[in-house]
């Protein structure tokens, strides 16, 4: 597995070993041994979620205020723009972003720790983006900081609006978010 860093302190691009033939290919998209050793990473997953998304749909940026949840995230089918915002005060790289293709071609996965806001943007026509968490959703504990906040500058590339859910066009402005200490 080759291991990439981002702009964010822990957030880390993860590259699995392919092997492929004119059968196809096979790769492991979770090992826990390997993760660790190769990563770094020591998390316990607890929830493995899909979703389903079509062109122009932005989910995000997402995250819980108690049971923060770390995700590693990649997609299955389609390609994405994802997007992962440090909010953690103690951190050396709070307020920085970190942005990643992840795609059904480059079969990259992005680990997401907890205390980060994140969404995506699908890029293809359809996309199925697969994610396992550390915690368990707790939709009470769920906030969402505005995709298009002008102090984060996130550079997503989309012509126009996004699709977006009635909660990501309530989100709130990084300034006035429950942050982490």
Request: hydrophobic residues 40%; glycine residues 8%; negative net charge.
């Amino acid at each position: 597995m080759q291991v990439t860093s981002t702009p964010i302190h822990d957030a880390l691009v993860l590259e699995p070993r392919v092997f492929g033939d004119s059968r196809g290919f096979f790769m492991e998209t979770y090992n826990r041994q390997l993760l660790r050793e190769a990563a770094g990473v020591h998390a316990e997953f607890l929830q493995d979620n899909h979703s389903r998304s079509g062109k122009g749909v932005l989910r995000g940026l997402h995250y819980q205020v108690c049971q923060p949840q770390g995700k590693l995230v990649r997609v299955a089918s389609g390609r994405v723009f994802d997007v992962a915002v440090d909010i953690r005060r103690s951190s050396p790289t709070f307020g920085k972003i970190a942005c990643v293709e992840l795609s059904e071609e480059n079969r990259k996965m992005f680990w997401v720790p907890p205390g980060l806001a994140h969404g995506f943007l699908v890029l293809s026509d359809m996309a199925d983006f697969l994610y396992k968490t550390t915690d368990y959703y707790a939709p009470s504990f769920e906030r969402t900081i505005l995709w298009n906040d002008p102090q984060l500058g996130i550079a997503w590339p989309c012509d126009g609006n996004p699709l977006l859910s009635a909660k990501d066009r309530a989100g709130v402005l990084f300034k006035d978010a429950e942050l982490f200490d």
